[in-house]
T-cell receptor
Framework: AQKVTQAQTEISVVEKEDVTLDCVYETRDTTYYLFWYKQPPSGELVFLIRRNSFDEQNEISGRYSWNFQKSTSSFNFTITASQVVDSAVYFCALSDNRGNKLTFGTGTQLKVEL | GAGVSQSPSNKVTEKGKDVELRCDPISGHTALYWYRQSLGQGLEFLIY????????KSGLPSDRFSAERTGGSVSTLTIQRTQQEDSAVYLCASSLSPSGYNEQFFGPGTRLTVL
């Protein structure tokens, strides 16, 4: 069975601080995909990034960066110089190769204050 | 282009009534998913449709829940004899094809309140 754990329930930071959201996953599959989604107060889940199990290259996109480490089954997400608009719930999710469903973590509520 | 749409956006019903929730996926997307988001359970998978294949119903919590997808496009999730524990936001998502690689695009959800 697949499992995603987001141990951080809520994080509060002051604007311009860097913040890292943790995600740990469990799967027996050798091919799988990891995702981060953002759910702003409006409620709609927005796709941020995907990584496949064979691609451990970390990536930076603007203020966002991701750190995927198979050795520790972690897929962490960092926001640099956080802004108030980053306030949202962030979900880490896992899919197998068949794509029949996403298994979500419980989400991390990020609050960025002035 | 148009995203995933869901209707109604809010639904309030009395315990024991049946409800129908509708989802319009992105045009051309062959895979369609229903999830439920509630305070106690987080985001849970309910059911998955792919083309004309038999749906994966493994996430449906009881036989009061059913769903269909007509013509490979619009889907309806039906909850019969609603209970208070059915109160949640029901999210629909679609993806280009049923590969784990493809991201799922989510609709705005239907907030169901059972009184």
């Amino acid at each position: 069975a697949q499992k995603v754990t987001q141990a951080q329930t809520e994080i509060s930071v002051v604007e311009k601080e860097d913040v890292t959201l943790d995600c740990v996953y469990e799967t027996r599959d050798t091919t799988y995909y990891l995702f981060w989604y953002k759910q702003p107060p409006s409620g709609e889940l927005v796709f941020l990034i995907r990584r496949n199990s064979f691609d451990e290259q970390n990536e930076i996109s603007g203020r966002y960066s991701w750190n995927f480490q198979k050795s520790t089954s972690s897929f962490n997400f960092t926001i640099t110089a956080s802004q108030v608009v980053d306030s949202a719930v962030y979900f880490c999710a896992l899919s197998d190769n068949r794509g029949n469903k996403l298994t979500f973590g419980t989400g991390t509520q990020l609050k960025v204050e002035l | 282009g148009a995203g995933v749409s869901q209707s109604p956006s809010n639904k309030v019903t009395e315990k024991g009534k049946d409800v129908e929730l509708r989802c319009d996926p992105i045009s051309g997307h062959t895979a369609l998913y229903w999830y439920r988001q509630s305070l106690g359970q987080g985001l849970e998978f309910l059911i998955y449709f792919q083309g004309n294949s038999a749906p994966d119903k493994s996430g449906l919590p009881s036989d009061r829940f059913s769903a269909e997808r007509t013509g490979g496009s619009v889907s309806t999730l039906t909850i019969q004899r609603t209970q208070q524990e059915d109160s949640a936001v029901y999210l629909c998502a679609s993806s280009l094809s049923p590969s784990g690689y493809n991201e799922q695009f989510f609709g705005p959800g239907t907030r169901l309140t059972v009184l």
